[in-house]
């Protein structure tokens, strides 16, 4: 065998290619009363939640990411925090965000970063 061929026929490698996905970010601004909250579905590859503003300071907004009609992460987000990245695998996927009952009237601000692919 020439020695052309053997350098070509070593040269051959697997390309491994990552899957094309884009950031889909849905920013809400709005007040909620106590025991008030809001949803919000699609079906992405992922999806994490971001709060940046509460007023007046000092209080959490209770955050539930269902998958299907099951909850994947549930927890208390205040200014600043964010929810873990949650894999759906484009599946029907619900944000809910509450304002606890026993917090004042709160307004607040941020964002859902829908992964999609």
Not at 72 to 98: E, F, M, R
Request: hydrophobic share 35%.
């Amino acid at each position: 065998m020439p020695l052309s061929l053997i350098f070509l026929s070593m040269k051959v490698n697997a390309i491994e290619v990552d899957p094309l996905v884009w950031h889909d970010y849905e920013y809400f601004n709005r007040g909620l009363d106590p025991g008030e909250c809001f949803n919000s579905t699609r079906e992405p590859y992922a999806v994490c939640v971001h709060i940046s503003t509460i007023s007046p300071p000092g209080y959490k907004l209770d955050v539930t990411i269902y998958v299907n009609g099951v909850p994947k992460w549930s927890g208390q987000l205040g200014v600043g925090k964010s929810s873990p990245t949650i894999t759906c695998n484009d599946q029907s996927t619900t944000i809910h965000i509450a304002n606890p009952n026993g917090n004042p009237y709160l307004q607040v601000s941020g964002y859902i970063d829908w992964v999609m692919h």
